[in-house]
């Protein structure tokens, strides 16, 4: 007997191996009104990574109640397809890609790729897309850092969830708009996940075309 196809959030979530495994953990990170279903942020602790901090160590991050000035945006960026940010090469370095993408996952405007590497972490997952504007993902992510990316402001937070570390990273590419990216990675280190993340995010920031 096959078992019925549960839904969740809209869409299809099948119970195989291929299916998008890190819907939850996102949803718990960028915040209930995101995801129909969603539960509100869960408190993390803020981690600062190193290839995030371009400004001199003597620089903080800042967290959301320091934050005055609107965020740094040197050029405002276009859209792109969602599935062609991480490329088969971009992922390599985190495991590489196991499967085809899974275009409006996690979140709408977003696509996410389940990656190889390792038969101890079967879901680990990459992941970027468009989603709300900078500010008010800091305002839901309040114990996030601003960091920064290639001259852009970012708001990163990390939150292990269910045995993963996952991390993300909303970078403001237009007042109205921020270039979201995630990276999932089984019983891996905060400050790790979020290098690692900096690289993905750099290179999805860098196919974005001029707005």
């Given at each position: 007997m096959v078992s019925r196809t549960p839904r969740r959030y809209g869409y299809p979530v099948p119970n195989v191996r291929h299916r998008l495994p890190r819907v939850l953990a996102l949803c718990v990170l960028i915040g209930g009104s995101a995801l129909s279903g969603c539960s509100t942020d869960v408190a993390g602790r803020p981690v600062p990574a190193a290839g995030f901090l371009d400004q001199p160590e003597s620089e903080a991050p800042h967290t959301r109640s320091a934050i005055a000035q609107p965020p740094r945006i040197p050029a405002?960026?276009?859209?792109?397809d969602a599935c062609g940010l991480l490329s088969p090469e971009d992922l390599t370095p985190v495991g590489g890609v196991a499967g085809p993408p899974h275009p409006g996952?996690?979140?709408?405007?977003?696509c996410a790729h389940l990656l190889g590497g390792s038969p101890?972490?079967?879901d680990n997952t990459a992941a970027a897309g468009f989603h709300e504007p900078f500010p008010a993902i800091a305002q839901r992510q309040p114990r996030g850092v601003e960091v920064d990316v290639r001259g852009y402001s970012s708001w990163l937070y990390c939150e292990p969830v269910t045995g993963y570390q996952t991390c993300t990273a909303a970078t403001a590419i237009r007042s109205d708009r921020s270039l979201l990216t995630m990276l999932s990675l089984k019983d891996a280190s905060a400050a790790d996940t979020a290098e690692r993340l900096f690289g993905l995010t750099t290179a999805a920031l860098q196919k974005l075309p001029p707005a």
């Open positions: 405002p960026r276009g859209d792109a996952s996690p979140v709408p405007g977003a101890d972490s079967p």
